[in-house]
């Protein structure tokens, strides 16, 4: 009886460590390709190489996001952002007739203050960081058992929507509402 | 997956993403930064999120920055077609009105 | 008649009154002062000259007060009839801690324990107390004595000390009330025809309505900072309404004299105030400061000071003598002003003050017990100096002012011997009786134009008829003859003195003020002497008028015209006369003694039940009530008999028969008799007082050094024997202080005298000359010093560092700015990526700075 028990407890054990070495694999990749995407993003003179390169770099994010088990945020995160921002910034790209192909000019001849500031940010950023999962944080407690819980349904996160924060949600409509209006109004012909 | 490996991937990506807005000359080109600044809050917060077991406050924000930045590049390309229009130049070195 | 000895009358119990009215009593003043307000917006505007909102205010706070005092009376009766079921006693718990009440935000009437110990153990047997019930108590019943109803809000707290605004009802102020009101309406009504066309009719009833206002927020003041409020304020007024017609000297002289000499008395009123404040531990409320006087935790030297401190506010306000010179003087103003302020109401501010600190003179001028102290002194000399000098005036007026005088004197004299409720009856049968003189006296001068008897009046009987009645009526009151109101009130304060018990045996009064009884009964004897002189002079005997006299300004608008028949008053003029009348009649009937005629003891002393407040409320000190007396009251008769007579046969027969129109004897007894002479001229000088304050020509030496040791002595005795009774310091030390008081004053009195400068002048013209010679060697020396060493510091200053150190900085920071500026002005490039970097680098920065310095 206890041995079944043990066996049991084994499997899962095992499986457990397995799917988490799986998903850190898989995070760890993901990651090196978003970074590399972004580099490129703010680093081509290409400019619809760089609207490409965001398109990695905003699939990758919806990856993450569903390994950290928020699937409607993921999904919501390629249609709205690679469906929708994206085909705007193209448009956007197009109408300011981009030269089609490689252009000189698309970044500073100095770039070097905003080096130094990207850098310092990081530093800043990464001590905090870093400071945080110190003592009396161990590493245990910083992890993340995705595998305990199940993902978060939409069923849970519309309810949400819908009953705590229905104020806000009203108010991103207004916004969203103003926007197009706004954008409209700025951007017709005269 | 420790909490931190999210952490540092967000600020890595923020710190890309303010790179790119000091760096850039051409105004689309900044506004697409922006929005990898914002992606990378999205992960911070749901990294948290999942991390803290709070996580539909999680993702009900995000959704929430999403629909935001979809209506700031929706204004942000606005504006810079009005630019355009008037300048027939995205330079941004060329907008210096404020120079005093 | 037997009296049901109820356990409370040991004076041990007691219940908190309550109710509507008597707890929202702020409502009256309130609305008199809306009044005023609403008066000096809009009265101009009105049909009636704002003359509607004042009568109509003063009708509101009349039925009020009536109201209120209804509510006070069944209280009374409630708490008399209490038994331990239905009553909740206030319990006694003879801790020494008299800080019990709790202090609420909102308005309610308080419940706090006031601890009594009374001390007596038995009752005084004899002693008329006022626990008899409208009906026969039963026996067994407990009854009570009824507390005044306190309502209180705190407005400002600090220093521990909590400074609260409200208002104190029992019946004391009930009945102050109502007398208030009642005849500040008939003055109303009185008013709009005696003023009418006035330069100022609006601002005069403003003013009505604010002094009603006033005397009514000082009657319901639950703490002395209040009274103290409510006193200024009604000085205030008065200054106002005498020098109604302020553009004619005189008045305006009179309105500033009333007031500055009212000023001197303040003085001692803040200090008596303060030294009563800090005495009772601290404490502002009227019921505090009794209590604490009558259960001994206040010290007694304390007391007696507060009370002589005191004593000069109320010799100020209530005209006792030697400050009485305003009051005849205030005559100036309007009639109906001189009815309500000087006769009725704010002379009686005085003996109120007296009557609600009643703890605080009782116990300080000892008053229980002896036989004599200031209080009694000063009030018993005032009745004899007022109606001395009533008789030798010609102007109707004055001859009222003085007996006015004379009869606070009466009052203060009933306080000072511990004749509590007689004090407060006659204040009330007084208003009533003095109202309807002075307003029949304005009703005959609205006739002639003018006050002066001699000149002007004489044989108003045939033209003014109805005037004539309520003048009589009032004479007669005032005269105290039976039954009218003034000889009920006037034979309690004879009798409440104590004295006749030298005559007849134990009176239980409060002491044996032999003396005081004496001067009260000379005094009625002159009060009747003088009332019939004026009936003689205005309405016997021929008409002496007919010609228009310019000396006095009564501006009521009509046209200058000769008048050669007066005539009756009008209907306004003459109901007012009718009702004061009328009640001067009856009112007697309150305080009917114990005992008369056989009427059960619910139909006696009807007053004293209602109004006078027991001991068992612990704000009241136990006294004495003396025995009603019958051969007093009918000894007192015939001597008032006896000086109507004198006076009828002076006048009446004697003048008369000389000439209709003849006004005094040609060959009377003043001319005849030296002694008599001189002291006719003293009195028409009203006692060298105006001289020795004012100045006048210089007295001659006899006449000088006999005021000076009349006033010497006066002062060195009162002081002696206050210090001897009061403070029962031995009596060669209250003989050596007493002779050096009046040796200062003897010296300061024939030198004002003798110099014809005032006394003011004798005593500041050595001040002043001392103050200058210190001022000019001493101060001045000290201060040119000083300018010259100032002068010599700025110049180094001015060198040195001003152009130096200061100057040198300032363009030192101008050229850096400037450099300043050329520097930064490279980066402002207008480009806005540079910008953002730099905010990014900086936030950077920021944050680095708080995440890991900090």
């Keep these: 009886m206890t041995a079944a028990l043990a066996t049991t407890a084994l499997t899962n054990t095992v499986l457990a460590v397995e799917t988490v070495v799986a998903q850190n694999v898989f995070f760890y990749l993901i990651a090196a390709v978003m970074v590399i995407a972004a580099l490129r993003v703010v680093t081509t003179s290409n400019m619809v190489h760089a609207a490409l390169y965001l398109v990695v770099v905003l699939a990758g994010v919806a990856a993450q996001f569903i390994l950290l088990g928020a699937e409607f945020v993921g999904i919501t995160q390629v249609l709205v952002y690679i469906g929708a921002v994206i085909v705007l910034f193209l448009f956007g790209i197009m109408l300011t007739r981009a030269k089609v192909g490689a252009e000189d000019g698309l970044s500073y001849d100095n770039v070097v203050p905003a080096i130094l500031t990207a850098v310092l940010l990081f530093l800043v950023m990464g001590f905090a960081v870093v400071d945080f999962a110190k003592a009396p944080w161990s590493s245990d407690t910083l992890l993340i058992d995705a595998l305990d819980r199940a993902p978060t349904t939409v069923e849970q996160v519309s309810d949400s929507i819908f009953s705590t924060y229905i104020v806000a949600f009203e108010a991103i409509s207004v916004l969203l509402l103003a926007a197009l209006i706004g954008a409209i109004v700025v951007a017709r012909k005269e | 997956m420790y909490l931190i490996q999210f952490l540092i991937l967000s600020s890595l990506l923020f710190c890309i993403g303010v790179y790119g807005v000091l760096a850039r000359r051409n105004a689309v080109l900044v506004l697409m930064s922006i929005e990898l600044i914002l992606n990378a809050v999205n992960i911070n917060l749901i990294a948290f999120g999942a991390f803290n077991g709070a996580a539909i406050p999680a993702e009900v924000f995000a959704l929430f920055i999403i629909a935001v930045a979809a209506a700031e590049v929706g204004v942000g390309l606005a504006l810079v077609l009005t630019i355009y229009r008037n300048s027939k130049n995205i330079d941004l070195d060329h907008v210096d009105l404020l120079k005093g | 008649m037997s009296t049901t000895y109820l356990a409370a009358e040991a004076g041990d119990l007691a219940v908190q009154a309550s109710g509507f009215f008597l707890e929202n009593v702020w409502i009256i003043p309130a609305i008199m002062a809306s009044s005023f307000a609403i008066i000096l917006g809009f009265g101009k505007r009105m049909p009636r000259g704002g003359s509607e909102i004042g009568i109509a205010a003063v009708g509101i706070c009349f039925v009020l007060a009536l109201m209120t005092a209804g509510q006070w009376i069944g209280q009374v009766n409630e708490a008399a009839n209490c038994t331990p079921e239905t009553c909740d006693y206030i319990q006694d718990d003879h801790s020494e801690d008299t800080d019990d009440r709790s202090e609420d935000a909102d308005d309610h009437s308080d419940e706090g324990a006031f601890p009594v110990d009374i001390g007596v153990g038995s009752a005084d047997g004899e002693s008329a107390s006022a626990l008899t019930a409208f009906t026969e108590a039963k026996e067994g019943s407990t009854s009570a004595a009824a507390v005044a109803v306190l309502s209180e809000r705190t407005w400002w707290s600090n220093g521990g000390i909590d400074f609260t605004i409200g208002t104190m009802v029992d019946g004391l102020t009930v009945t102050l009330l109502v007398v208030v009101t009642l005849v500040s309406m008939l003055v109303h009504i009185y008013s709009t025809d005696y003023v009418a066309g006035d330069r100022r009719f609006t601002h005069y009833f403003g003013f009505l309505s604010l002094f009603t206002a006033a005397m009514l927020f000082f009657v319901t003041s639950a703490n002395v900072l209040q009274m103290i409020v409510g006193w200024e304020l009604v000085g205030v007024c008065s200054f106002a309404l005498i020098g109604h017609w302020w553009e004619e000297q005189p008045n305006s002289d009179a309105a500033l004299k009333a007031f500055l000499t009212n000023r001197v008395g303040d003085i001692g009123l803040l200090i008596g105030m303060i030294i009563l404040f800090f005495a009772s531990n601290e404490k502002w409320g009227i019921i505090e400061i009794n209590a604490g006087a009558i259960d001994g935790t206040t ?274 003029i003459l109901w007012p006369l009718r009702i004061l009348a009328g009640l001067a009649v009856v009112a007697g009937l309150m305080n009917l003694p114990k005992g008369f005629l056989g009427l059960p003891s619910g139909w006696t002393l009807r007053f004293e039940h209602y109004v006078e407040p027991l001991a068992a409320t612990g704000y009241f000190p136990k006294i004495s009530h003396a025995d009603p007396s019958w051969s007093l009251a009918i000894f007192s008769t015939l001597v008032v008999a006896g000086a109507v007579g004198v006076a009828y046969y002076y006048y009446f027969v004697r003048v008369n028969a000389q000439s209709p129109s003849a006004t005094e004897l040609v060959n009377g007894p003043t001319e005849r008799s030296g002694l008599l002479k001189a002291g006719h001229t003293m009195l028409k000088n009203r006692y060298y007082l105006d001289h020795i304050y004012d100045g006048g020509e210089p007295v001659g030496a006899a006449g000088a050094s006999a005021m000076g040791t009349i006033f010497g002595a006066a002062a060195g005795l009162t002081l002696g024997f206050s210090l001897d009774n009061g403070l029962n310091q031995d009596f060669w030390p209250s003989l050596v202080w007493g002779a050096l008081l009046g040796l200062t004053i003897f010296t300061i009195v024939t030198a004002a005298l003798r110099s014809g400068m005032g006394i003011a002048t004798v005593v500041k013209r050595p001040m002043a000359n001392a103050a200058n010679w210190v001022h000019e060697n001493i101060i001045d020396a000290a201060v040119d010093e000083v300018g010259k060493n100032s002068v010599k510091t700025a110049d180094a200053l001015y060198k040195y560092i001003d152009q130096g150190v200061i100057d040198g900085s300032v363009n030192a920071a101008g050229r850096g700015s400037q450099g300043a500026g050329g520097e930064l002005r490279r980066w402002s490039t207008g480009k806005v990526q540079q910008y953002a970097t730099v905010m990014f680098a900086g936030a950077t920065l920021l944050a680095g700075l708080l995440i890991i310095v900090i």
């Design chain 3, 299 to 572: 010290s007694h030297t304390l007391l007696l000071i507060a009370s002589l401190c005191l004593l000069a506010a109320v010799m100020s306000k209530s005209g006792q003598f030697f400050l009485h010179t305003w009051l005849p003087d205030a005559m100036a103003g309007p009639t109906p002003v001189s009815a309500l302020i000087h006769a009725a109401t704010m002379v009686v501010a005085g003996v109120y003050l007296i009557a609600r600190l009643y703890g605080v003179f009782f116990n300080g001028l000892s008053i229980g017990g002896s036989s004599i102290n200031a209080l009694a002194v000063i009030g018993a000399v005032t009745t004899l100096v007022g109606a001395s000098l009533a008789f030798v005036q010609d102007d109707i007026k004055k001859v009222l002012a003085y007996s006015t005088i004379s009869q606070l004197g009466y009052m203060t004299l009933a306080l000072g011997v511990g004749a509590w409720t007689a004090a407060v009856f006659h204040l009330t049968t007084h208003a009533l009786f003095k109202a309807c003189l002075f307003l029949g006296a304005g009703s005959v001068s609205h006739a002639v134009h003018s006050f002066d008897m001699k000149k002007d009046m004489g044989g108003m009987r045939k033209f003014m008829p109805t005037t004539y009645k309520t003048f009589l009526i009032g004479s007669i009151a005032l005269a105290g003859l039976p039954p009218l109101a003034g000889f009920w009130s006037k034979d309690e304060i004879l009798a409440g003195t104590g004295g006749w018990g030298f005559f007849e045996g134990k009176s239980h009064a409060n002491g044996a003020y032999t003396i005081m009884l004496v001067m009260g009964m000379i005094t009625a004897a002159m009060t009747a002497a003088y009332m019939t002189r004026v009936m003689y002079l205005t309405f016997f005997g021929e008409f002496r008028g007919g010609h228009h006299d310019d000396s006095h300004a009564t501006d009521d608008g009509h046209a200058d015209a000769l008048h050669d028949d007066p005539h009756e008053s009008g209907p306004r």
